[in-house]
C-alpha cells in the first residue's frame, strides 16, 4: 500500500514561473514531511521539511504547505530555474513509532522540467 | 567531501548469482539505511542499521542480507538473485536514529538481473 502518494509523474513550467508539486498521504500517523530533490545518476538530497505542527515553511525559493485535515502537502518553487529540473520525491515519517526514519515512507517522484 | 560512498555503480548479474553491494559513510554517522527505487514507486527500505553491530529489516527484506562491518560501513548481499531484483539501490546514513535527523544518500547503485 503506497501510504505517501504524488499523482503527478511529471510536471513542466516556464523559468520564472511558479512550481507547485504535490503529495498525498493517508497514514494519520505521519507527523514529519520532508522533500528530497534528485538528479539523474545521483542520490536524492535533502530539500526542506516540515513538521505537522506547522503549516508552512520557507526556505528561500522553496516553501512547503501542509493541509492536515487533507493529508496534503505540496512544495512550491518560486520562481522556477532550469536547475531545478529534477525528480522530487515527498517523504513523511511518524515521530512516535519507535525508529522513526525506518519508517519513512516515500512518493513515487514527479519530474520537474524548467523550460529556459 | 565523499559522504556516503557505494560500489559497484553498475552491475549485470545472472539469476542465481550473488553479489555484495559496499556502502560507507565518512560523516560519522551512527545510523546506515538501504533502499531500492522502482519504477512508478518511491524509495523503500531494505534494511537498516540503527547503530554499530545492530542491523534490523525495512519494508522490503526478503531475498537480501547486510551486514554492519563497522561504524562506517554497511553492506547489502543478494544471496542468489532474481529478476525482480532489477533496481537502482541507494545506501544512506543519518547522525541519530530518528525523525528530524537529515537522511544523506549515496549515488546509487545500478543492478540488472537478467
Known amino acids: 500500500d503506497q501510504q505517501v502518494k504524488q499523482n503527478s509523474p511529471s510536471l513542466s513550467v516556464q523559468e520564472g514561473r511558479i512550481s507547485i508539486l504535490n503529495c498525498d498521504y493517508t497514514?494519520?500517523?505521519?507527523?514529519?514531511f520532508l522533500w528530497y530533490k534528485k538528479y539523474p545518476a545521483e542520490g536524492p538530497t535533502f530539500l526542506i521539511s516540515i513538521s505537522s505542527i506547522k503549516d508552512k515553511n520557507e526556505d528561500g525559493r522553496f516553501t512547503v504547505f501542509l493541509n492536515k485535515s487533507a493529508k496534503h502537502l505540496s512544495l512550491h518553487i518560486v520562481p522556477s530555474q532550469p536547475g531545478d529540473s529534477a525528480v522530487y520525491f515527498c517523504?513523511?515519517?511518524?515521530?512516535?513509532?519507535?525508529?522513526?526514519?525506518?519508517?519513512?515512507?516515500f512518493g513515487a517522484g514527479t519530474r520537474l522540467t524548467v523550460k529556459p | 567531501n565523499a559522504g556516503v560512498t557505494q560500489t559497484p555503480k553498475f552491475q549485470v548479474l545472472k539469476t542465481g548469482q550473488s553479489m555484495t553491494l559496499q556502502c560507507a559513510q565518512d560523516m560519522n554517522h551512527n545510523s546506515m539505511y538501504w533502499y531500492r527505487q522502482d519504477p512508478g514507486m518511491g524509495l523503500r527500505l531494505i534494511y537498516y542499521s540503527a547503530s554499530e553491530g545492530t542491523t534490523d529489516k525495512g519494508e522490503v527484506p526478503n531475498g537480501y542480507n547486510v551486514s554492519r562491518l563497522n561504524k562506517r560501513e554497511f553492506s547489502l548481499r543478494l544471496e542468489s538473485a532474481a529478476p525482480s531484483q532489477t533496481s537502482v539501490y541507494f545506501c544512506?546514513?543519518?547522525?541519530?536514529?530518528?525523525?528530524?535527523?537529515?537522511?544523506?544518500f549515496g549515488e546509487g547503485s545500478w543492478l540488472t538481473v537478467v
Open positions: 517523504a513523511a515519517s511518524a515521530r512516535g513509532i519507535q525508529g522513526g526514519n525506518n519508517d519513512m515512507r
Open positions: 497514514n494519520s500517523m505521519f507527523d514529519y
Open positions: 544512506a546514513s543519518t547522525l541519530q536514529q530518528g525523525v528530524g535527523n537529515t537522511i544523506y
